[in-house]
């Protein structure tokens, strides 16, 4: 089928259920049909015939039939038409933009500002990006997310070709995502490496991660230590090699250093005193990742008021915040989630098969006893 849609799995969609990433993308898309492409075999992960529960890894590729496929088996609903942006909207949206060329837009996105929007969330992203077209025909794309309360460099696709480069990059740990934090106390250890899986907790509804040494999903963090003040707090360059959800913050709560402001995962001792905001000190300061045509791309974004006006405050200078980039990080968990990878399809495989062989045994006809 000339129309078959493919999609790369993005770092931010590593690990979750297939029907999640349907609900995320395609929200337009009914469950009842991605059950029907699934068992009609028409949904497939890396050409092989895939489950909704099935979860998926980033760098997969997913198979999904044409629109139309779906048309006799459900009507589809009348597609919201978004509501035109205010001058103000669109004022604001353009003011964020720190890159721009034909093939992305980068935003330093503020602290508080939501990418993608939900139930209870209006004011997002995703929402602006009609504000972002400069005169281009298609509407940008989201290719990663940032938490809603951190700040800083957030990529934008100008097309579906930029978004596919951009996804595979993402997915394939090409691309380089550096990280300020501020952390209440100071590691021992001045470069360290965090690797800790994380899960969902327990009875929070999906809101919250914990480390889960038993079930969760692989996490590795490199964290190098920029500057001290005393014992009180540190200043650190985090680098997350995998892409869960609230990583930074779950793995700097972990090793006894929550994240300044972090309530959630650091309680009432994640706060300074002496006039430190209480906002999280979590601002995603650098981006370095491959142009379509092979240019490299290697942004920063300033950090947000709150964040530097407490550097100042504590007396922590930002010139000397950016460290040497290292070109190359080795992933611990790499070959491990391959071979659970290569695995999980040869089990599947062999499934087909045994499926295959009793659908054949059933359509031969009984000889009938003389």
């Known amino acids: 089928m000339s129309d078959v849609r493919q999609f790369t799995v993005s770092e931010d969609d590593d690990g979750i259920r297939l029907d999640r990433w349907f609900k995320r993308h395609m ?34 590729v997913i198979r999904v039939p044409p629109a139309e496929a779906a048309a006799p088996a459900i009507m589809a609903a009348p597609k919201k038409e978004r509501p035109p942006l205010s001058d103000d909207e669109i004022e604001f949206a353009q003011s964020l933009v720190i890159y721009r060329d034909e093939h992305a837009i980068v935003i330093n996105k503020p ?21 972002l077209m400069f005169e281009r025909p298609d509407r940008p794309k989201l290719v990663h997310r940032l938490d809603k309360d951190t700040s800083g460099v957030l990529l934008i696709a100008r097309s579906s070709r930029a978004a596919a480069h951009f996804s595979k990059a993402f ?36 809101e919250k991660m914990h480390v889960d040494e038993a079930g969760g999903l692989r996490a590795v963090t490199r964290y190098r230590r920029i500057e001290r003040a005393a014992s009180r707090t540190a ?9 869960r959800t609230h990583q930074l913050r779950v793995h700097a709560a972990a090793i006894g250093h929550p994240i300044v ?10 706060f300074l005193t002496g006039g430190i905001s209480r906002k999280l000190h979590l601002h995603a300061r650098r981006l ?53 990878h ?27 006893k003389k």
């Open 235 to 243: 200043w650190l360059e985090m680098q997350p090699l995998t892409g």
């Open 171 to 206: 997915a394939g740990r090409t691309a380089k995502k550096i990280y300020w934090a501020l952390v209440m106390g100071v590691p021992e250890i001045r470069d360290g490496i965090i690797d800790l899986p994380i899960n969902k907790q327990p009875g929070s509804g999906g």
């Open 27 to 60: 929200p337009d898309t009914s469950f009842n049909v991605v059950v029907k492409w699934a068992r009609t075999g028409q949904l497939r992960v890396d050409g092989k015939r895939a489950e909704t529960g099935d979860r998926i890894v980033a760098g997969q």
């Open 342 to 368: 290569k695995a999980r399809d040869a089990r599947r495989e062999r499934r087909d098969q045994h499926r295959s062989r009793r659908g054949a045994e059933r359509s031969i006809p009984k000889r009938k």
């Open 111 to 131: 602290a508080g500002l939501a990418t993608q929007g939900g139930t209870k969330t209006l004011a997002h992203v995703d929402g602006l990006l009609d504000a």
């Open 288 to 340: 370095v990742i491959e142009l379509p045509g092979g240019k490299t791309l290697d942004i920063k974004a300033d950090p947000a008021p709150h964040f530097a006006e407490s550097l100042a405050t504590i007396g922590f200078d930002t010139a000397i915040g950016d460290l040497p980039l290292e070109e190359e990080i080795v992933d611990p968990g790499a070959e491990e989630r391959r071979a659970k």
């Open 261 to 270: 402001g972090d309530a959630k995962y650091g309680g009432k001792e994640a």
